[in-house]
């Protein structure tokens, strides 16, 4: 199977010389194509440290990161800025969407802004929008629809420009337990029918749970590799918590 | 640690948040201190003769400065409030009291505004200075040199602003207790409704902006409207419909546009169009009132700048229209006259392009055929001879040769104006002699004299003959006409002309006239260049602020932009579109506005204006280029520097 992430003894060190914090030390990580990895871990741990250099955000103090053949260190400014649109899709938090748009033109935003022509974008956020079940909301704008909804336009526009990675930053943290369940229902079935890869950063082991893979980072290191491999989500669900249990300091949020 | 340390070190710490604010104050200064100090100048004085006209000008134009000063430095002021409501609402949170907070606030304004009245006073001296150089020269005066820093001026400058300072710290102190501690914590208002746009209104901006051109652009005359309504209510009408239009204009017709421009997804759905168009969309209804605000300010400063410029522009060409010889005066004493022509021949600095004397009649001539109700019945006429005006009009380089027969007569009438002066062509009109009745007819006229307006008011010209015939019974006046060169700088040789000759002699002198008309005019235009430069530059200050302002709102838009993929190159293009549009339409609907009002007066007064207007027009645009380059580029920086 293709691999889509490649990293190598990546490192993230903040603040000058004396004062230097190293964020991330020595991380090695490879995703698969059709992978849904969970990266999970204590507060200031790193996590989202990582999404950011994942998504060129924020760029490594050195290391190798490979996405999809390509190497992401190297790359200039605007060259990060084409791959980022062509080749990541982005759940935040907060949703990010714009309030000035319609949740139509925020999903299509990214294809309008790589300029796929009016008809093939029209049939691709029809299509996502059932994926989602957010048809009968997309003329409406952000503020008039509940958070669960929001967080599914965002997911939509993540994945309307069918990205080679796709990468949400506690994509529940703001939803309440019926939203999140519907969502992360909805993000696994991507994964396994569409075969998307998704790395997901949550501090929430309900969420984990649906992952197949879930990467546990402690005190900017790798820390341990859990894998579904067959077992249900509910025993899944307790392995990982018995593994924060054991990184300490991590939430236990229960269903 | 005192409230007023607190205040002194929040300055220190802020003092980018607080540049704006105090540079716009320093400016407020600079101009209203200089502006003072030039109405109290001595120099200026002394030369002016003490004229009221000047100095009533001064009074009132300082009213109209310190009436705008106080509303620029009180908007300003409440945009740099708005930027701390934080930081207030942080205090109040720690649990200082509100009259602390209260108190601190006002101690910080207080201290910006004493600071910025020393350097404003400061700057302005030494700007004051190059002013009245300036406005000396404008005036066609010669620079004395010794300019002094008026005392009197300080002391109004220092009332006036300490007033407004005083004002505006107050203002900052009863920003507490207007807001509500959870109001003071709330982010922007989230989800502001997308503006509505009805066909009809739009369709109504037109309608009005359309009426109003209309009725302004009417024949004074013998139009109905003006006549209806009178010249008092109908100037009225036409500023409110004009107005009003604006308004729509800004707050629904371009919210219609832009919403139908939407509707074509090719343009709209390509790139990063589809962020412009609905921020735009967005801030359209929040923006109309400020820039109908800044169109009508921007259309009043171009209407009052041009006429004081095209005034300027026009004074030589008017002065010349009416003084078409140097000097002109009726031979009154043989011995005056040869005593003018040796003054002349001796002159070191003038040559003598021609000397005419020319015989001409004076005479009352019954114009009742003119059929006009402005000029009466009984005009008196300087009649001129077909050979001598012939011979005149050579000189004075018009190309023109007239061969009058019998009792055809051509009437030169300077003053010409359509619709109001007679129809003379054809007219009949009669001059009394002591015996009989002369009639005559006018064939023709012409829209300049060969004589100075002064000397010679209304002049005709007819045939030889008849020239020959009256002369014999009525004596002839002699006219003397001199041509010189530089007769625009000849103050000395009209001074010593004046001296000689009679008052009876109605002496009229191009240069005379020509330094009058500088002397009002640059006056004129040094008021309106000023004010103009002030409103411009408040104008400018305006939407830059409220940019500014809105683009602390876009940073988390543009941050997500960013995340998604969107290129810096791209966000800068962006903004750059959506702040041209702001810019451009208050600038745009300002000009159309000023070119109707001035086209309007051009009509009403028979000028020219294009050439001083346009270069009026090109001076506003530039400078507000500029003020448009300086937004892009601020707004741009606040938007990225994110990280």
Redesign the interface.
């Known amino acids: 199977m293709k691999t889509i992430l490649q990293a190598k003894n990546v490192e993230k060190v903040f603040g000058a010389k004396g004062n230097a914090f190293t964020a991330l030390k020595n991380i090695t990580l490879e995703i698969k194509e059709g992978e849904f990895v969970g990266v999970m871990g204590p507060s200031g741990a790193g996590k989202s440290t990582l999404l950011n250099i994942f ?1 060129t ?1 924020d760029a490594a103090s050195s290391g190798e990161i490979n996405i999809d053949g390509k190497n992401i260190v190297t790359m200039k ?2 060259q990060l ?6 080749k ?1 899709g ?1 759940i ?1 938090q907060d949703y ?6 319609t949740v139509r ?1 925020n999903i ?6 790589s ?1 796929v022509p ?1 008809k093939e ?1 029209e049939t691709r956020v029809e299509k996502i929008a059932d994926t989602f079940g957010i048809r009968e909301i997309l003329d409406k ?4 629809i509940s958070g669960g909804q929001k967080q599914r336009a965002a997911a939509s ?1 993540a994945i309307v420009t069918n990205p080679s990675l796709i990468l949400a930053d506690e994509p529940t943290g703001a939803l309440d337990s019926k939203s999140a369940t519907s969502l992360l229902e909805s993000l696994s079935a991507l994964n396994e029918n569409n075969k998307s890869t998704i790395m997901m950063v949550t501090h929430d082991a309900f969420a984990a749970s649906f992952c197949k893979r879930i990467v546990f980072i402690k005190d900017g290191q790798l820390y341990k590799e859990l894998h579904k491999e067959g077992q249900t989500r509910k025993v899944f669900f307790q392995e990982v918590l018995d593994v924060l249990a054991s990184l300490g300091g991590g939430h236990n949020d229960t269903i | 640690m005192t409230l007023f340390s607190i205040a002194k070190k929040n300055m220190k710490m802020n003092f980018r948040h607080y540049f704006l604010y105090f540079a716009s104050m320093i400016f407020s200064i600079v101009i209203y201190f200089t502006f003072v100090s030039l109405k109290y100048d001595q120099t200026i004085q002394a030369t002016s003769d003490g004229s009221t006209k000047i100095s009533s000008a001064f009074s009132g134009a300082a009213v109209v400065l310190i009436i705008f000063v106080a509303i620029f430095i009180w908007y300003s002021n409440s945009f740099f409030t708005r930027k701390r409501k934080k930081e207030v609402g942080l205090y109040s949170l720690l649990g200082v009291r509100k009259k602390q907070i209260g108190q601190m606030l006002f101690y910080e304004n207080l201290i910006m505004g004493l600071l910025a009245l020393i350097i404003g006073i400061a700057i302005g001296s030494v700007l004051s200075k190059l002013f009245v150089a300036l406005l000396m020269k404008l005036m066609g005066y010669e620079v004395v040199g010794n300019f002094s820093i008026s005392i009197a001026a300080i002391i109004n400058t220092v009332i006036v602003f300490s007033l407004i300072t005083l004002i505006a710290s107050f203002q900052g102190y009863r920003l507490i207790y207007r807001f509500k501690l959870i109001e003071l914590f709330q982010a922007e208002k989230e989800g502001e409704k997308e503006s509505s746009a009805s066909f009809l209104i739009a369709l109504l901006s037109i309608i009005l902006i359309g009426s109003g051109y209309w009725i302004a652009l009417q024949n004074l005359m013998d139009s109905k409207v003006w006549r209806t309504l009178g010249l008092m209510v109908t100037p009225m009408v036409i500023l409110v419909t004009v107005v009003l239009g604006t308004y729509f204009l800004f707050s629904t017709l371009t919210v219609y546009l832009l919403k139908l421009s939407r509707k074509n997804k090719k343009s709209y759905w390509k790139g990063i169009n589809i962020i412009g168009t609905s921020q735009l969309l967005y801030r359209m209804k929040g923006n109309a009132r400020t820039l109908t605000v800044i169109a009508v300010l921007s259309a009043t400063t171009l209407t009052a700048v041009c006429t004081a410029y095209s005034m300027y522009y026009n004074n030589r060409t008017n002065a010349e229209k009416f003084n078409p010889n140097s000097f002109m005066f009726i031979d009154t004493n043989n011995h005056v006259s040869q005593k003018v022509q040796s003054i002349v021949n001796k002159s070191k600095n003038h040559q003598v392009i021609y000397h005419e004397t020319i015989p001409t009649l004076e005479m009352k001539a019954d114009i009742t055929g003119f059929k006009n109700e402005f000029y009466g019945n009984e005009l008196m006429y300087t009649v001129i001879s077909n050979h001598d005006f012939n011979k005149l009009a050579k000189e004075q380089k018009h190309n023109e040769n007239l061969t009058l027969k019998g009792n055809e007569a051509v009437v030169l009438d300077a003053t010409y104006m359509d619709s109001i002066s007679p129809a003379y062509v054809g007219s009949a009109i009669s001059f009394k002699t002591n015996k009989k009745v002369q009639h005559i007819t006018v064939t023709d006229f012409k829209k300049y004299s060969v004589f100075n307006l002064y000397t010679a008011q209304n002049s005709i010209v007819i045939s030889d003959e008849l020239f020959a015939r009256l002369q014999s019974e009525i004596k002839p006046l002699n006219i003397e006409a001199y041509k010189i060169t530089d007769d625009d700088d000849a103050k000395q040789l009209s001074k010593d002309i004046q001296a000689i000759v009679p008052e009876k002699a109605n002496l009229s002198s191009f240069y005379a006239n020509y330094a009058t008309g500088l002397e009002s005019s640059g006056l004129m235009i040094f008021m309106g260049g000023f004010l103009g430069l002030v409103f411009l530059a408040a104008t400018g200050s305006i939407i830059y602020f409220k940019q500014l302002t809105e683009a602390g709102a876009d940073k988390d838009r543009y941050e997500i932009l960013h995340k998604i993929g969107v290129k810096k190159k791209e966000i800068r293009k962006s903004i750059a579109k959506q702040i041209l549009f702001i810019f451009v339409l208050p600038l745009l609907a300002g000009i159309t506005h000023c070119a109707v009002a001035l086209t309007a007066l051009s009509n009403l007064m028979q000028t020219n204006l294009v050439v001083p207007v346009v270069i009026c027009m090109g001076i506003y645009t530039i400078a507000y280029i500029v003020y448009y380059f300086l937004t892009v580029h601020s707004y741009y920086k606040i938007v990225i520097k994110t990280k």
């Open positions: 998504s955000i400014e605007e800025s084409d791959f980022r649109r062509d990541l982005f935040f990010n969407l714009l309030d000035t748009l033109e299509l935003l990214p294809l309008a802004l300029n009016v974008i704008y952000p503020y008039h526009r």
